[in-house]
């Protein structure tokens, strides 16, 4: 098993963390949705505070996948895939990684503004970056939200367009994601 991507094909620590980053995003949204109808606000506290564990955990594993993605080569699309394609496929993929980055971000500067503490499982406590301030507690409760949103957007039309790869163009572009292809 190649550990590096090559030209053809994704080494396996780049497969492994675009799917265990992909469960733990739907985590989050599974998390954050049983939060919102839970029917104590104990129940509401424990599951926002695994949300932001899973969230932190996130995080952490992203910084490691951008550091990964920029000491490996990027395999290349199928020379029949146009242009244009191109172009959103690789304008998709920088702003799937942006709002998984301003997600944690916000997440946390609105924790910190709003006085609630953030720990990861409750093992360490990650310091607030800003005081106590309201209006900005609503600012990033707003833009989190506004991220959410847009990731589950994208996050689509990039599993349409995985799809579409796979059953329309019959290359190997999923398969890669999947196994090992040199
Ligand atoms: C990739 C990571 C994350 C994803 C996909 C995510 C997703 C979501 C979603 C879908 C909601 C419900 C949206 C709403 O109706 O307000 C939410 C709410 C929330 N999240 Fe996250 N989240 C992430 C990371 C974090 C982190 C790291 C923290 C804190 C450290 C956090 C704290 C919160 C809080 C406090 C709420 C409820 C209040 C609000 O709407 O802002 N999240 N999140
Ligand atoms: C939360 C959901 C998802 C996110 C945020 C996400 C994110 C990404 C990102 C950022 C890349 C660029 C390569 C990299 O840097 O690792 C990528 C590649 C890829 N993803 Fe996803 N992904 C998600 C779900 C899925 C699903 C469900 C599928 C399959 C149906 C899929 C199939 C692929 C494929 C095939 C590639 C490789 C594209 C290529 O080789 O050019 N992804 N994904």
């Given at each position: 098993?190649?550990?590096?991507?090559?030209?053809?094909?994704?080494?396996?620590?780049?497969?492994?963390?675009?799917?265990?980053?992909?469960?733990l995003?739907?985590?989050?949204?599974?998390?954050?949705?049983?939060?919102?109808?839970?029917?104590?606000?104990?129940?509401?506290?424990?599951?926002?505070?695994?949300?932001?564990?899973?969230?932190?955990?996130?995080?952490?594993?992203?910084?490691?996948?951008?550091?990964?993605?920029f000491?490996?080569?990027?395999?290349?699309l199928?020379?029949?895939?146009?242009?244009?394609?191109?172009?959103?496929?690789?304008?998709?993929?920088?702003?799937?990684?942006?709002?998984?980055?301003?997600?944690?971000?916000?997440?946390?500067?609105?924790?910190?503004?709003?006085?609630?503490?953030?720990?990861?499982?409750?093992?360490?406590?990650?310091?607030?970056?800003?005081?106590?301030?309201?209006?900005?507690?609503?600012l990033?409760?707003?833009?989190?939200?506004?991220?959410?949103?847009?990731?589950?957007?994208?996050?689509?039309?990039?599993?349409?367009?995985?799809?579409k790869?796979?059953?329309?163009?019959?290359?190997?572009?999923?398969?890669?994601?999947?196994?090992?292809?040199?």
């Amino acid at each position: 098993m190649s550990v590096m991507n090559t030209n053809a094909g994704y080494g396996w620590p780049a497969r492994m963390l675009h799917w265990v980053i992909v469960a733990l995003i739907i985590a989050q949204f599974v998390l954050a949705n049983m939060a919102e109808s839970a029917e104590s606000r104990m129940e509401m506290f424990v599951l926002f505070a695994r949300h932001k564990s899973v969230g932190l955990t996130i995080f952490a594993l992203m910084l490691i996948r951008l550091l990964w993605r920029f000491v490996n080569t990027q395999p290349q699309l199928p020379l029949r895939t146009p242009i244009w394609q191109r172009h959103i496929a690789q304008t998709t993929h920088w702003l799937l990684y942006a709002l998984i980055f301003a997600l944690p971000i916000t997440g946390l500067l609105g924790s910190a503004a709003s006085n609630f503490p953030v720990t990861w499982f409750g093992i360490f406590t990650v310091p607030a970056m800003i005081g106590p301030n309201e209006a900005l507690a609503d600012l990033f409760h707003e833009l989190h939200e506004i991220f959410a949103v847009a990731l589950f957007m994208l996050a689509l039309l990039h599993v349409l367009a995985a799809l579409k790869h796979h059953f329309f163009d019959r290359d190997n572009v999923l398969r890669r994601m999947i196994r090992q292809i040199n």
